[in-house]
């Protein structure tokens, strides 16, 4: 009777826990049951005392309880977590624990099973578990701050403190305005709170300034909290840094719109400010000036000094430029050495707006010709000068394109420098005129040398007895049309276009022919023969290796052939490629002279240091020898230091009797001109005897 009363207490308190439970006898006979464990447990049927536990349960469950009701049997607590439920198509997690249950004498008689499913704890645990992985990697990565209605910062977690470099005690109880770094204008945190207080989400790129006046880039989300009514009642606002983003961005947005070298605009940007000046002059009838710059003789400072001298310079010559320009003119860096400036606003008078540009350009060109020294050194042997040359297009509305306006103003500056550089040119239409004759020019020349069109006239050079002790080769173009055609129309065309090298290597071929022929004659084998070489045939990097071809070629004394340079193709040279080439020629016993001696500003400094073998005057000082005392002071100096230099002087452009007669008393030895013959072929000289009279 006491046992039984003790099943039905037992039985209530099992009926009363909120989980499966029932309790089994030794034979693992059903003795108790809840109304709760056949569900858990999926019961075939409704299970009844007595009945055996294997059939009263799902077969899955008694294979996984049956160690652990062994266990108990004989006396181990024993407890099982998170079981998952494979019978069940939902995925259910269950709970058990099983107690060894006693008779009156302490004997294990049973079992009590309790199971609980905690599918819905499982999955709450779970969650809550990534939510906090979530906010953790959120607080790792993410800017948080929470604000209330009015903007008062709340809560900061520790990225907005080491991004700002502000404590929390330093943001709590204020606004952003603590960080605003004064990049956004009002209307841009207008819209912003528009758009948040009206409950909607706002997202953005934001400029901050931390506590050390640095500024940061955030982009942000800012949520609004609503209430129940729809309200806003707070803000929370999540940030990404972007800093290095943006600075990227504005690092591609500089080089695509300015040059990374001078910091000044580029092509693309200046092209732009052009378009809008066109547009801005169509509607105001103002006109602009569109300026092409050029620095004279650029190549020499990067061949002299190398690149990054060069480099210097380039950025000093900018710097120059915005000083002198003032902000009058937007300036642009093209490319190598080579600006545009464009002068806007200069007015509806054609003539005031010539020239207050022409004011401008006229700075511009001062401030680029002060010398440039090198590094620290302030002594004038290291200072570089360097002038500018400029062509420049006054012009009104927008009748001309981008490209025409361009074109023409290249065209003008290619007339400054052909000019002789160091001016600034206004184009006018006789200059498109000229570059169409020029093109015409070129390409009729580009086939000259195919056609045999070119001859080599020669022009005799005498001693003091009027004897002919050599002559210079200058070419003509036997033009079909045009008859014979003097150097000065094309020489210039040939060396703008590319065409010099190909009459140059023609030249040279032609003079080493004529002296193998005078080899056998014997009022000529004496006779040396010069020719002009260009600078830029000069400075070809193969020039000395074909001039040795053409001494295996031809058999002829090479002492006979005398290469003649201006102090252009010296200047334009590197010193040491200079210096070896004319060791080099010097070796191959090919004679050297200097040309126009007197022209340039470097001549002396040439003669110390090269082993020339002729000086030519230029005709420029025997033209006014007679009449000019400086002149005849200069003649005269130069042939005392050529004497001891041990240099041969000969003197061009003499054209009267009186004028060889001055030189010859001067000590001169050689001469040159009209006097002695005009260029003509070689036929025309029979006798090395030249009249005089």
Request: negative net charge.
């Given at each position: ?27 693992w ?8 464990f056949?569900?858990i ?44 439920c ?32 905690v ?8 969650t ?46 204020k ?8 990049h ?16 909607r ?60 070298l ?94 207050e ?30 002038t ?61 040398i ?32 045009r ?29 080493c ?99 020339l ?81």
């Amino acid at each position: 009777m006491k046992q039984k009363l003790q099943d039905t207490h037992l039985g209530r308190v099992l009926d009363c826990l909120p989980l499966g439970a029932c309790r089994i006898d030794a034979q693992w006979n059903l003795l108790n049951i809840n109304p709760t464990f056949p569900g858990i447990t999926f019961s075939a049927e409704q299970p009844y005392l007595g009945k055996g536990l294997e059939d009263a349960i799902a077969p899955y469950f008694y294979k996984l309880f049956k160690p652990h009701i062994e266990s108990a049997m004989l006396g181990a607590y024993v407890a099982i977590d998170s079981i998952k439920c494979e019978v069940s198509q939902q995925g259910r997690m269950m709970d058990a624990s099983f107690f060894p249950s006693r008779d009156e004498t302490g004997e294990i008689d049973g079992v009590v099973i309790l199971v609980n499913d905690v599918t819905d704890k499982a999955a709450l645990d779970a969650t809550q578990k990534e939510l906090m992985d979530y906010l953790a990697a959120l607080d790792a990565h993410a800017i948080v701050a929470v604000t209330d209605v009015h903007g008062v910062i709340t809560f900061v977690n520790e990225k907005f403190c080491e991004i700002s470099q502000y404590s929390r005690s330093e943001l709590y109880g204020k606004t952003h305005r603590v960080i605003n770094s004064g990049h956004h204008d009002r209307d841009f945190f207008e819209a912003l709170w528009i758009t948040i207080s009206s409950g909607r989400i706002w997202q953005g790129e934001i400029c901050n300034r931390a506590r050390d006046g640095s500024l940061y880039w955030v982009y942000s989300t800012i949520v609004p909290f609503l209430d129940e009514d729809g309200i806003p009642f707070k803000y929370i606002s999540i940030r990404a840094d972007i800093t290095k983003l943006k600075e990227v961005e504005q690092r591609a947005s500089f080089l695509a719109h300015y040059d990374p070298l001078t910091g000044l605009p580029n092509r693309r940007l200046f092209q732009d400010a052009l378009q809008k000046a066109r547009i801005s002059s169509a509607k105001n009838s103002q006109y602009f000036a569109l300026v092409s710059l050029d620095l004279d003789n650029f190549k020499r400072v990067n061949d002299m000094f190398g690149h990054s001298v060069g480099d210097d310079f380039l950025c000093d010559m900018a710097g120059r430029i915005l000083r002198s320009i003032d902000g009058r003119a937007t300036a642009a860096r093209m490319g190598g050495d080579e600006f545009m400036l464009l002068i806007d606003k200069l007015g509806t008078d054609i003539g005031q707006a010539t020239v207050e540009a022409e004011l401008i350009t006229q700075g511009i060109q001062a401030a680029l010709s002060a010398p440039y020294k090198l590094g620290r050194r302030t002594d004038d042997e290291y200072g570089i000068i360097s002038t500018s040359s400029m062509g420049m297009l006054l012009q009104q509305g927008d009748s001309l394109s981008i490209g025409d306006m361009l074109r023409k103003v290249d065209i003008a500056l290619f007339e400054a420098k052909g000019n002789g550089k160091n001016q600034v040119v206004l184009f006018d239409d006789s200059q498109q005129e000229r570059v169409n004759r020029r093109f015409v020019v070129e390409n009729e020349l580009r086939d000259a040398i195919e056609r045999d069109e070119m001859r080599l006239f020669f022009q005799p050079i005498v001693n003091d007895q009027q004897v002919v002790v050599g002559m210079e080769g200058l070419i003509r173009w036997q033009h079909p049309a045009r008859g014979l055609v003097p150097p000065n129309e094309f020489i210039p065309i040939a060396e703008q276009g590319g065409l010099i090298l190909a009459i140059g290597r023609w030249v040279l071929d032609r003079a080493c022919e004529m002296l193998v022929e005078w080899k056998s004659d014997h009022e000529r084998q004496r006779w040396t023969l010069s020719v002009n070489v260009s600078a830029r045939q000069f400075n070809e990097p193969n020039f000395i290796e074909y001039l040795r071809s053409l001494l295996r070629r031809f058999d002829f004394p090479p002492e006979r052939l005398c290469i003649e340079l201006t102090e252009t193709a010296l200047l334009n040279s590197i010193d040491g490629d200079l210096q070896d080439k004319i060791a080099a020629l010097k070796k191959q016993g090919v004679k050297l002279a200097l040309d126009d001696f007197g022209t340039g500003y470097s001549s002396l400094s040439y003669l110390k240091r090269l082993p020339l073998n002729k000086l030519k005057i230029d005709q420029s000082f025997v033209r006014t020898l007679l009449n000019d005392r400086k002149d005849q002071g200069i003649t005269a100096a130069v042939l005392s230091m050529a004497t001891f230099l041990d240099l041969e002087v000969v003197a061009e452009g003499v054209e009267t009797i009186e004028q060889f007669n001055y030189l010859r008393s001067l000590g001169c030895g050689a001469f040159q001109g009209y006097l002695f013959g005009r260029p003509a072929p070689i036929d025309t000289f029979l006798s090395n005897q030249i009249s005089c009279a």
